[in-house]
């Protein structure tokens, strides 16, 4: 049983409402679930929409500043920075006029979820980054892009993280893919998961024991990749605060 699981029910309580939905006809029902924009950019778009629906969120695939503004009545309540390429993600927000915008809104406190690529830009500091590269930030953190390696060294892993509802009888099965990990993180910075052996641990020491989730306030962050799969935790979670905050 996950927290977001009454949302999903017909006609139980949905955000403090209690009315049995079989009173309204179903075009007239209001959709009193949050809101989430997912930046549909670049990178994995569809899988995050999918997984957010499945924790109980609308789902947003959210193009333009004016989205985020709400100017063409797509308000979103919290936003997803999908995995991708951080370089070619900083660019399109910085040629789409977004950027700003997107930093303005988490300076503002809307919880915002990167994983992959999305926690590179979420990063206030980045090794290995491209000369240049546009970042969002807010995360007080220092990320390493590509820690894992390449595309070949992509593994996938069951991680133990509590607070993402995963124990040691139901870990959560993270994927990496081209993954960067935390190399340290400021005090306000909750580590929500670290790696264990690291990808087949001898031949490549040094990938155990490392910072893969973070949490900062309103902003959650992810090395790997929970859109990819069934296993809806990270999004549950993520529901949940953006529901706290709206
Ligand atoms: N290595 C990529 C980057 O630097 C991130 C990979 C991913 O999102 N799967 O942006």
């Not at 959210?62 to 797509?74: E, I, K, N, T």
């Not at 006029?97 to 980045?126: F, H, K, N, T």
């Not at 590269?133 to 892993?157: C, H, K, W």
């Amino acid at each position: 049983m996950t927290g977001s699981e009454p949302a999903r029910r017909v006609g139980t309580s949905v955000m403090g409402q209690h009315t049995p939905r079989a009173l309204f006809p179903a075009a007239s029902l209001p959709d009193s679930r949050v809101s989430i924009g997912v930046l549909a950019l670049q990178g994995d778009v569809r899988e995050h929409c999918l997984a957010l629906e499945a924790a109980g969120a609308r789902a947003v695939a959210v193009r333009s500043a004016a989205q985020l503004a709400g100017a063409d009545g797509a308000r979103v309540d919290g936003l997803v920075l999908p995995g991708g390429e951080s370089t070619t993600m900083g660019k399109l927000l910085a040629s789409f006029g977004m950027l700003e915008p997107v930093r303005a809104l988490v300076r503002d406190g809307m919880a915002v979820y990167g994983s992959c690529a999305g926690m590179i830009m979420l990063a206030d500091r980045v090794q290995g980054a491209a000369s240049g590269q546009p970042l969002i930030g807010g995360i007080d953190m220092t990320v390493r892009r590509n820690a894992f390696g390449r595309q070949v060294d992509s593994y996938e892993e069951d991680l133990v993280a509590p607070t993402l509802g995963a124990n040691e009888e139901r870990p959560l099965r993270a994927v990496f893919i081209r993954a960067p990990w935390v190399e340290e993180v400021g005090e306000g910075v909750e580590v929500l998961a670290t790696t264990r052996s690291g990808r087949a641990g001898a031949d490549r020491p040094g990938t155990g024991g490392r910072i893969v989730a973070v949490r900062q306030g309103p902003l959650l962050a992810t090395s790997f990749h929970p859109e990819v799969g069934s296993d809806h935790r990270v999004h549950d979670v993520f529901v949940e605060m953006v529901r706290h905050r709206s």
